[in-house]
Protein backbone atom coordinates (compact mmCIF):
# COMPACT_ATOMS: atom_id res chain seq x y z
CA UNK A 1 0.00 0.00 0.00
CA UNK A 2 2.90 2.32 1.11
CA UNK A 3 4.78 1.35 -2.24
CA UNK A 4 1.93 2.23 -4.14
CA UNK A 5 1.35 5.45 -2.49
CA UNK A 6 5.06 6.11 -2.84
CA UNK A 7 4.72 5.84 -6.84
CA UNK A 8 1.82 7.84 -7.04
CA UNK A 9 3.70 10.63 -5.34
CA UNK A 10 6.95 10.00 -7.36
CA UNK A 11 4.65 10.27 -10.90
CA UNK A 12 2.38 13.33 -9.79
CA UNK A 13 6.14 15.05 -8.18
CA UNK A 14 7.87 14.11 -11.91
CA UNK A 15 4.35 15.18 -13.75
CA UNK A 16 5.23 18.48 -11.69
CA UNK A 17 8.85 19.11 -11.85
CA UNK A 18 8.26 18.28 -15.90
CA UNK A 19 5.26 21.31 -15.79
CA UNK A 20 8.02 23.38 -14.15
CA UNK A 21 10.77 22.93 -16.37
CA UNK A 22 8.14 23.51 -19.42
CA UNK A 23 6.90 26.61 -17.91
CA UNK A 24 10.48 27.84 -17.40
CA UNK A 25 11.71 27.22 -21.09
CA UNK A 26 8.16 28.39 -22.10
CA UNK A 27 9.45 31.96 -20.17
CA UNK A 28 12.90 32.12 -20.59
CA UNK A 29 12.37 31.93 -24.71
CA UNK A 30 9.99 34.56 -24.16
CA UNK A 31 12.42 36.42 -22.20
CA UNK A 32 15.02 35.95 -24.28
CA UNK A 33 13.23 36.77 -27.88
CA UNK A 34 12.31 40.27 -25.76
CA UNK A 35 16.13 40.50 -24.93
CA UNK A 36 16.98 40.25 -28.85
CA UNK A 37 13.63 42.28 -30.05
CA UNK A 38 15.19 44.80 -27.28
CA UNK A 39 19.10 44.64 -28.40
CA UNK A 40 17.85 44.74 -32.54
CA UNK A 41 15.33 48.14 -31.89
CA UNK A 42 18.08 50.21 -29.60
CA UNK A 43 20.53 49.18 -32.64
CA UNK A 44 18.28 50.23 -35.58
CA UNK A 45 16.91 53.61 -33.87
CA UNK A 46 20.77 54.70 -33.25
CA UNK A 47 21.61 53.23 -36.84
CA UNK A 48 18.98 55.49 -38.27
CA UNK A 49 18.32 58.52 -36.18
CA UNK A 50 15.04 60.53 -36.56
CA UNK A 51 14.57 64.35 -36.05
CA UNK A 52 12.55 63.34 -32.78
CA UNK A 53 12.69 66.84 -31.73
CA UNK A 54 12.59 69.37 -34.79
CA UNK A 55 16.72 70.42 -33.29
CA UNK A 56 18.50 68.53 -35.95
CA UNK A 57 17.61 69.15 -39.20
CA UNK A 58 13.99 69.72 -39.38
CA UNK A 59 14.45 73.42 -37.55
CA UNK A 60 15.93 76.22 -38.43
CA UNK A 61 16.81 77.91 -35.11
CA UNK A 62 17.64 81.65 -35.20
CA UNK A 63 17.70 84.43 -32.23
CA UNK A 64 15.58 85.49 -29.73
CA UNK A 65 13.17 81.95 -30.39
CA UNK A 66 12.55 82.41 -33.83
CA UNK A 67 12.78 79.79 -36.04
CA UNK A 68 11.56 78.37 -39.36
CA UNK A 69 11.75 75.43 -41.21
CA UNK A 70 15.40 74.13 -42.74
CA UNK A 71 14.70 74.12 -46.79
CA UNK A 72 15.37 70.85 -49.11
CA UNK A 73 14.63 68.04 -46.11
CA UNK A 74 13.24 65.05 -46.31
CA UNK A 75 13.34 63.13 -42.70
CA UNK A 76 10.88 60.88 -40.45
CA UNK A 77 9.28 63.53 -37.86
CA UNK A 78 8.22 61.96 -34.83
CA UNK A 79 4.92 63.31 -32.91
CA UNK A 80 3.43 61.37 -30.00
CA UNK A 81 3.01 57.13 -31.24
CA UNK A 82 3.39 58.58 -35.21
CA UNK A 83 6.15 58.72 -37.14
CA UNK A 84 5.87 60.75 -40.71
CA UNK A 85 8.08 61.58 -43.37
CA UNK A 86 8.11 65.74 -43.63
CA UNK A 87 9.71 66.98 -46.58
CA UNK A 88 10.54 70.60 -47.26
CA UNK A 89 10.89 72.29 -50.41
CA UNK A 90 14.35 74.94 -51.47
CA UNK A 91 11.90 77.67 -49.67
CA UNK A 92 11.45 75.93 -46.77
CA UNK A 93 7.95 74.92 -46.93
CA UNK A 94 6.18 71.54 -46.14
CA UNK A 95 5.52 69.68 -49.31
CA UNK A 96 4.41 66.29 -50.62
CA UNK A 97 6.49 63.84 -52.58
CA UNK A 98 5.00 64.10 -55.54
CA UNK A 99 6.50 65.83 -58.26
CA UNK A 100 5.75 69.37 -57.46
CA UNK A 101 3.62 71.20 -60.37
CA UNK A 102 4.66 73.64 -62.49
CA UNK A 103 4.79 77.86 -62.13
CA UNK A 104 3.78 79.52 -59.12
CA UNK A 105 1.57 79.03 -56.43
CA UNK A 106 -2.13 79.55 -56.67
CA UNK A 107 -2.81 79.49 -52.95
CA UNK A 108 -0.27 79.64 -49.44
CA UNK A 109 -1.68 78.22 -46.29
CA UNK A 110 -0.58 79.97 -43.52
CA UNK A 111 -0.82 78.40 -39.75
CA UNK A 112 0.47 76.09 -36.91
CA UNK A 113 0.90 72.78 -36.17
CA UNK A 114 -2.89 71.91 -37.62
CA UNK A 115 -1.56 73.80 -41.14
CA UNK A 116 1.77 71.96 -40.96
CA UNK A 117 -0.16 68.80 -40.67
CA UNK A 118 1.04 65.82 -37.80
CA UNK A 119 0.31 63.24 -39.80
CA UNK A 120 1.51 62.15 -43.52
CA UNK A 121 1.14 64.64 -45.92
CA UNK A 122 -1.30 62.80 -47.51
CA UNK A 123 -3.72 62.49 -43.94
CA UNK A 124 -2.81 65.88 -43.29
CA UNK A 125 -6.01 68.45 -44.84
CA UNK A 126 -3.32 70.71 -46.83
CA UNK A 127 -2.40 67.33 -48.80
CA UNK A 128 -5.70 65.97 -49.00
CA UNK A 129 -6.34 69.36 -50.22
CA UNK A 130 -3.31 69.21 -53.02
CA UNK A 131 -3.63 65.74 -54.16
CA UNK A 132 -7.55 66.56 -55.17
CA UNK A 133 -7.00 69.96 -56.73
CA UNK A 134 -4.89 71.26 -60.22
CA UNK A 135 -4.09 74.37 -58.43
CA UNK A 136 -0.22 74.78 -57.10
CA UNK A 137 -0.46 75.14 -52.87
CA UNK A 138 2.68 76.21 -50.68
CA UNK A 139 1.97 75.37 -47.40
CA UNK A 140 3.31 77.55 -44.97
CA UNK A 141 2.38 76.15 -41.51
CA UNK A 142 4.73 75.67 -39.13
CA UNK A 143 4.30 74.04 -35.28
CA UNK A 144 3.32 76.62 -32.78
CA UNK A 145 3.43 79.69 -35.34
CA UNK A 146 0.49 82.33 -34.53
CA UNK A 147 -0.72 85.83 -36.56
CA UNK A 148 2.14 87.59 -36.26
CA UNK A 149 4.00 85.07 -37.31
CA UNK A 150 1.35 84.27 -40.30
CA UNK A 151 2.57 87.64 -41.20
CA UNK A 152 6.07 87.75 -41.47
CA UNK A 153 5.71 83.99 -42.99
CA UNK A 154 3.59 85.61 -45.53
CA UNK A 155 5.99 89.11 -46.19
CA UNK A 156 8.90 86.29 -47.15
CA UNK A 157 6.50 84.54 -49.93
CA UNK A 158 6.06 87.18 -51.24
CA UNK A 159 9.86 88.50 -51.19
CA UNK A 160 10.63 85.20 -53.12
CA UNK A 161 8.27 85.81 -55.65
CA UNK A 162 7.33 81.98 -55.88
CA UNK A 163 3.35 83.55 -55.41
CA UNK A 164 1.32 83.96 -58.32
CA UNK A 165 0.01 87.86 -58.83
CA UNK A 166 -3.03 87.08 -57.85
CA UNK A 167 -3.65 84.23 -55.20
CA UNK A 168 -5.38 83.19 -52.71
CA UNK A 169 -4.21 83.37 -48.76
CA UNK A 170 -5.29 80.73 -46.61
CA UNK A 171 -5.02 81.19 -42.80
CA UNK A 172 -5.77 78.45 -40.64
CA UNK A 173 -6.66 80.61 -37.38
CA UNK A 174 -5.94 78.35 -34.44
CA UNK A 175 -7.16 77.94 -31.18
CA UNK A 176 -3.86 78.35 -29.68
CA UNK A 177 -3.16 81.35 -31.56
CA UNK A 178 -4.43 83.63 -28.87
CA UNK A 179 -2.58 82.37 -26.10
CA UNK A 180 0.53 82.44 -28.38
CA UNK A 181 -0.42 85.98 -29.28
CA UNK A 182 -1.19 87.09 -25.38
CA UNK A 183 1.96 85.75 -24.31
CA UNK A 184 4.86 84.50 -26.88
CA UNK A 185 5.07 86.19 -29.64
CA UNK A 186 6.35 89.82 -30.13
CA UNK A 187 7.37 91.70 -33.35
CA UNK A 188 11.34 92.29 -34.19
CA UNK A 189 13.26 94.14 -35.81
CA UNK A 190 14.39 91.59 -38.93
CA UNK A 191 11.61 88.72 -37.40
CA UNK A 192 9.28 87.93 -34.57
CA UNK A 193 10.89 86.78 -31.41
CA UNK A 194 9.23 85.05 -28.75
CA UNK A 195 9.21 85.98 -24.73
CA UNK A 196 11.32 83.38 -22.86
CA UNK A 197 9.50 83.55 -19.35
CA UNK A 198 8.03 80.20 -18.77
CA UNK A 199 9.94 78.29 -16.14
CA UNK A 200 10.22 74.29 -15.81
CA UNK A 201 6.67 72.94 -16.85
CA UNK A 202 4.80 71.32 -13.98
CA UNK A 203 5.25 67.52 -13.39
CA UNK A 204 3.06 65.54 -11.19
CA UNK A 205 5.77 63.54 -9.12
CA UNK A 206 3.79 60.67 -9.79
CA UNK A 207 4.58 60.97 -13.35
CA UNK A 208 8.14 61.50 -13.24
CA UNK A 209 9.13 57.97 -14.36
CA UNK A 210 6.34 57.24 -17.29
CA UNK A 211 8.03 60.80 -18.50
CA UNK A 212 11.58 59.80 -17.76
CA UNK A 213 10.55 56.17 -19.62
CA UNK A 214 8.81 57.55 -22.42
CA UNK A 215 12.00 60.09 -23.09
CA UNK A 216 14.31 56.66 -22.78
CA UNK A 217 12.18 55.14 -25.17
CA UNK A 218 11.90 58.36 -27.64
CA UNK A 219 15.12 58.64 -27.99
CA UNK A 220 16.48 54.58 -27.90
CA UNK A 221 13.92 52.31 -29.14
CA UNK A 222 11.69 53.75 -31.73
CA UNK A 223 9.36 50.27 -32.10
CA UNK A 224 9.21 49.83 -28.17
CA UNK A 225 8.45 53.46 -27.94
CA UNK A 226 5.64 53.08 -30.46
CA UNK A 227 4.44 50.02 -28.67
CA UNK A 228 4.21 51.95 -25.15
CA UNK A 229 2.65 54.91 -26.52
CA UNK A 230 -0.09 52.59 -28.06
CA UNK A 231 -0.80 51.31 -24.68
CA UNK A 232 -0.25 54.44 -22.71
CA UNK A 233 -2.62 56.57 -25.29
CA UNK A 234 -5.07 53.22 -25.16
CA UNK A 235 -8.97 54.80 -23.86
CA UNK A 236 -9.08 51.55 -21.48
CA UNK A 237 -5.44 52.96 -19.59
CA UNK A 238 -5.36 56.89 -20.68
CA UNK A 239 -9.22 58.00 -21.00
CA UNK A 240 -8.60 61.77 -23.03
CA UNK A 241 -9.70 63.96 -20.14
CA UNK A 242 -6.18 65.99 -21.02
CA UNK A 243 -7.11 66.45 -24.68
CA UNK A 244 -10.15 68.21 -23.57
CA UNK A 245 -9.37 70.65 -20.80
CA UNK A 246 -5.74 71.96 -22.15
CA UNK A 247 -5.33 75.30 -21.42
CA UNK A 248 -4.29 76.64 -24.61
CA UNK A 249 -7.93 76.04 -25.91
CA UNK A 250 -9.76 76.81 -22.43
CA UNK A 251 -10.27 80.65 -23.14
CA UNK A 252 -13.82 79.35 -25.19
CA UNK A 253 -15.51 78.24 -21.85
CA UNK A 254 -13.53 78.55 -18.91
CA UNK A 255 -13.40 82.15 -17.45
CA UNK A 256 -10.21 84.45 -18.47
CA UNK A 257 -9.90 85.81 -15.06
CA UNK A 258 -9.23 82.47 -14.14
CA UNK A 259 -6.81 82.35 -17.12
CA UNK A 260 -5.19 86.07 -17.22
CA UNK A 261 -3.10 84.84 -14.24
CA UNK A 262 1.06 85.26 -14.63
CA UNK A 263 2.71 82.55 -16.57
CA UNK A 264 3.56 79.13 -14.14
CA UNK A 265 0.86 79.64 -12.13
CA UNK A 266 -1.44 76.42 -11.63
CA UNK A 267 -4.95 76.53 -12.74
CA UNK A 268 -6.99 73.28 -11.52
CA UNK A 269 -9.54 72.07 -13.96
CA UNK A 270 -11.72 69.08 -12.41
CA UNK A 271 -8.61 68.44 -10.56
CA UNK A 272 -5.80 68.43 -13.02
CA UNK A 273 -3.17 70.89 -12.71
CA UNK A 274 -2.27 73.05 -15.98
CA UNK A 275 0.13 75.82 -16.63
CA UNK A 276 -2.17 79.28 -17.21
CA UNK A 277 0.21 81.07 -19.29
CA UNK A 278 -1.99 83.84 -20.91
CA UNK A 279 0.12 87.23 -19.35
CA UNK A 280 1.18 89.62 -20.08
CA UNK A 281 -1.64 90.74 -22.34
CA UNK A 282 -4.49 88.42 -21.38
CA UNK A 283 -7.26 86.63 -22.87
CA UNK A 284 -8.75 89.81 -25.05
CA UNK A 285 -5.28 91.40 -25.11
CA UNK A 286 -4.11 88.23 -27.29
CA UNK A 287 -7.71 88.25 -29.48
CA UNK A 288 -6.72 92.37 -29.88
CA UNK A 289 -3.35 91.37 -31.41
CA UNK A 290 -4.68 88.68 -33.78
CA UNK A 291 -7.39 91.53 -35.08
CA UNK A 292 -4.24 93.88 -35.67
CA UNK A 293 -2.34 91.19 -37.50
CA UNK A 294 -4.95 89.98 -39.52
CA UNK A 295 -5.64 93.20 -40.42
CA UNK A 296 -2.46 94.02 -41.81
CA UNK A 297 -1.79 90.90 -43.22
CA UNK A 298 -5.30 91.55 -45.24
CA UNK A 299 -3.98 95.12 -46.16
CA UNK A 300 -1.12 93.19 -47.74
CA UNK A 301 -2.50 91.01 -49.49
CA UNK A 302 -5.04 93.94 -51.39
CA UNK A 303 -2.17 95.48 -52.34
CA UNK A 304 -0.95 92.89 -54.25
CA UNK A 305 -4.72 92.02 -55.85
CA UNK A 306 -5.21 88.81 -53.64
CA UNK A 307 -7.75 87.18 -51.61
CA UNK A 308 -7.11 85.88 -47.63
CA UNK A 309 -9.88 83.87 -46.19
CA UNK A 310 -9.89 82.37 -42.50
CA UNK A 311 -9.90 78.58 -41.53
CA UNK A 312 -11.05 77.63 -38.30
CA UNK A 313 -12.26 74.32 -36.67
CA UNK A 314 -12.56 73.00 -33.14
CA UNK A 315 -10.28 71.41 -30.60
CA UNK A 316 -11.98 68.57 -28.92
CA UNK A 317 -13.44 70.93 -26.02
CA UNK A 318 -15.18 73.12 -28.31
CA UNK A 319 -16.97 70.18 -29.40
CA UNK A 320 -17.60 68.58 -25.55
CA UNK A 321 -18.45 71.96 -23.57
CA UNK A 322 -20.93 74.49 -23.52
CA UNK A 323 -18.74 77.38 -25.36
CA UNK A 324 -19.11 80.67 -23.24
CA UNK A 325 -17.10 82.45 -26.22
CA UNK A 326 -18.19 81.84 -29.69
CA UNK A 327 -15.17 81.22 -32.07
CA UNK A 328 -16.85 81.30 -35.12
CA UNK A 329 -18.71 84.53 -34.35
CA UNK A 330 -15.44 85.83 -33.71
CA UNK A 331 -13.99 84.95 -36.80
CA UNK A 332 -17.17 86.14 -38.59
CA UNK A 333 -16.65 89.83 -37.39
CA UNK A 334 -12.88 89.62 -37.47
CA UNK A 335 -13.16 89.06 -41.18
CA UNK A 336 -16.07 92.14 -42.00
CA UNK A 337 -13.52 94.05 -39.80
CA UNK A 338 -10.56 93.28 -41.36
CA UNK A 339 -12.48 93.30 -44.99
CA UNK A 340 -11.07 89.60 -45.68
CA UNK A 341 -13.18 87.66 -48.53
CA UNK A 342 -14.56 84.97 -46.06
CA UNK A 343 -14.81 82.14 -43.10
CA UNK A 344 -14.00 78.31 -44.05
CA UNK A 345 -15.97 77.17 -40.85
CA UNK A 346 -15.64 73.44 -40.42
CA UNK A 347 -16.93 73.72 -36.84
CA UNK A 348 -20.68 73.10 -37.37
CA UNK A 349 -19.69 69.57 -39.34
CA UNK A 350 -17.49 68.33 -36.51
CA UNK A 351 -20.44 69.28 -34.07
CA UNK A 352 -22.82 67.57 -36.45
CA UNK A 353 -20.89 64.90 -36.49
CA UNK A 354 -20.31 64.76 -32.59
CA UNK A 355 -24.03 64.65 -32.13
CA UNK A 356 -24.93 61.59 -34.15
CA UNK A 357 -21.51 59.52 -32.91
CA UNK A 358 -20.88 59.09 -29.22
CA UNK A 359 -17.05 57.66 -30.32
CA UNK A 360 -16.35 60.82 -32.25
CA UNK A 361 -13.51 61.94 -30.75
CA UNK A 362 -11.76 58.41 -31.65
CA UNK A 363 -13.41 58.90 -35.10
CA UNK A 364 -12.19 62.67 -36.06
CA UNK A 365 -8.84 63.47 -33.69
CA UNK A 366 -5.53 61.41 -32.97
CA UNK A 367 -5.71 59.28 -29.82
CA UNK A 368 -4.34 61.05 -27.16
CA UNK A 369 -3.84 64.49 -28.72
CA UNK A 370 -5.76 67.42 -30.39
CA UNK A 371 -4.70 66.99 -33.52
CA UNK A 372 -6.77 65.78 -36.27
CA UNK A 373 -6.19 62.15 -37.67
CA UNK A 374 -7.44 61.19 -41.57
CA UNK A 375 -10.62 61.54 -41.29
CA UNK A 376 -11.23 64.70 -39.16
CA UNK A 377 -8.85 66.34 -41.97
CA UNK A 378 -10.75 65.26 -44.69
CA UNK A 379 -13.57 66.93 -43.21
CA UNK A 380 -11.85 70.22 -43.57
CA UNK A 381 -10.04 69.83 -46.88
CA UNK A 382 -14.06 68.91 -48.23
CA UNK A 383 -14.52 72.65 -47.13
CA UNK A 384 -11.51 74.08 -48.90
CA UNK A 385 -12.97 72.39 -51.81
CA UNK A 386 -16.42 74.05 -51.69
CA UNK A 387 -14.82 77.25 -51.21
CA UNK A 388 -12.02 77.36 -53.23
CA UNK A 389 -13.08 74.80 -56.27
CA UNK A 390 -14.63 78.25 -58.31
CA UNK A 391 -11.64 80.28 -57.52
Partial sequence: MNKISYSASSYY????????????????????????FFIADY???????????????LM??????????NPNQKLQEQWGK??????????????????????????????????????PWEE??????????????????VVSYSPTAYLYTYQKALKTEALKKEHIVVIGLDLSDVQDEAAYYLTGLTHPIKRQFWGKAYQDPNTNFFISMQKFLQNNMRLTYRIFMLVANSPFINPPENVFITTRS??????????NQKPGEEYTPFGRKHYVGYAPLGVAGGLKKINQNIAELVKLAKKN?????????????????????NWSNYAKNLCLETHCDGVIDATPIFIDYAQKNPNWYFHLYTAGDVHFNRNGNQIISNELKKKLSHE
Fill in 124 to 141: SFVGLFDNDSKLKIINAG
Fill in 305 to 325: NSKVYLLIYPWPAQIKFAQKF
Fill in 82 to 119: STFEVITDQLGFRTGSNKPKSGKADIIFLGDSFTFGMN
Fill in 250 to 259: AFTWEDWNVL
Fill in 43 to 57: AYANLRPIDKTGGTS
Fill in 13 to 36: LNILIRGLIAISIFIGSIFFALII
Fill in 60 to 69: LFKDQGWYEL
